[in-house]
């Protein structure tokens, strides 16, 4: 006879959250699993390299659950968490300007302790897949800090414009307005390499 | 839906059209613009081709993946700084003790109790004393959905009704808000305010323009 399990639903992230706060190790991990993706591709490509991404994450997270007096639930755990992620990215990035490391994170850095990117078959793909990452970096750095963590939010963080505006504080009017000149402006500088 | 109200069509729509943010009212009015405005389609090619759905470019350009022991180790300064051990026996043995400690000091005090009082701290009532006074009335019961309302926040979010009694209750008066910037919203409405409050796309927050 075969036995059929019902699927496990996941557990609301408010209860996980919960469950962290409360001490719950094992809730927290869940959480971390659940967001840690979106988190760590936002603040990648706010700061353009591994470590200081990972930096951001940790100090994100740190603050997304014992901040939570600025959360209560008043959008989803991940709107929440994107934004101060986000944050705390943007700190960091300031931080490392004034100590006139700029020029050193503009490059991508190869991560020497374990970080790896998608196995590629053809060097010569690979090759064209970083000079294009370097190239959206340098594209993104260039553009307007609210401009630029709009873009990131919504696109790399996967939030709705409704998310967006959430994390921001701002309407969607302006989601939106900040979506299309931040794109006009990319597709200017990367001219020819995006293609549709 | 005439050609004049195409004409309109502020361009960052494109954004939104182009991510599948608009409504199908809303994509019907962008598709009949673009059909009228050809030269648009390179500004809706830089949306599309630097949009979350262009799933070429963002798998090329995926930020590298970490190490399992790089996550572990994020993790592992996250988890003391966020989840407080669990109290043991000892610890609720004194919790007990301070909470008893409180009350016995709390109800030796004489004279009436601080912590008694009839309505929640801090609501002032706002009723107009003179007309000059009138307040703006800056959302309906139906317009409010409040989702969370910590203690704290109580004396600021009042609108509508009060709720243990009669008399009306605002958010705020005249002199308490500046209006720093107002944006357009999805459907393009503002800054325009509208004539009539109660039509039916009137945008949910509207006062009347001073006389």
Sequence with gaps: ?196 | MNARRFDDLPPDWLAAYADGELTPTERARVEGWLAQNPDANELLDAQESLGPRNGELWDAVCPPTPSLRQWDHTFNQIAPRTVQPRRGWTGWIGSVGLVATAATLLFALPGPQPCCVDAPPDIRDLSPSTPEEEPYLMASTEDVRIISLPEAAASLLIVGEHPMGDGLLVLADRGEIAFLGVGNDLAGRFPALPDDPNAEDAPMIWAPRDE
């Excluded at chain 1, 064209?128 to 800090?145: V, Y």
């Excluded at chain 1, 939030?159 to 900040?178: D, F, H, K, N």
Aim: glycine share 6%.
């Design chain 1, 1 to 196: 006879m075969r036995h059929v399990t019902a699927p496990t639903l996941p557990e609301r992230d408010d209860h996980l959250v919960a469950r962290a706060t409360r001490g719950d190790r094992h809730a927290l991990e869940d959480l971390f699993r659940r967001y840690r993706d979106p988190a760590y591709r936002v603040a990648y490509r706010l700061l353009g390299n591994t470590d200081d991404a990972l930096d951001a994450v940790q100090d994100g997270f740190i603050k997304a659950l014992t901040h939570l007096r600025g959360f209560e639930y008043r959008c989803s755990f991940k709107t929440w968490l994107l934004r101060v992620v986000s944050n705390a990215a943007l700190d960091l990035g300031r931080q490392r300007r004034r100590r006139d490391e700029l020029s050193a994170a503009v490059t991508e850095r190869t991560t020497p302790d374990g970080g790896s990117t998608p196995d590629h078959a053809d060097p010569g793909r690979e090759a064209e897949e970083n000079d294009l990452r370097r190239a959206l970096s340098e594209a993104l750095r260039l553009l307007p800090e609210a401009q630029r963590r709009t873009f990131v939010l919504h696109v790399d963080g996967g939030l709705s414009y409704r998310e967006v505006a959430e994390a921001m504080g701002i309407s969607i009017g302006t989601v939106m307005s900040r979506l299309f000149y931040a794109r006009q402006k990319l597709k200017g500088m990367l001219a020819s390499r995006v293609q549709v």
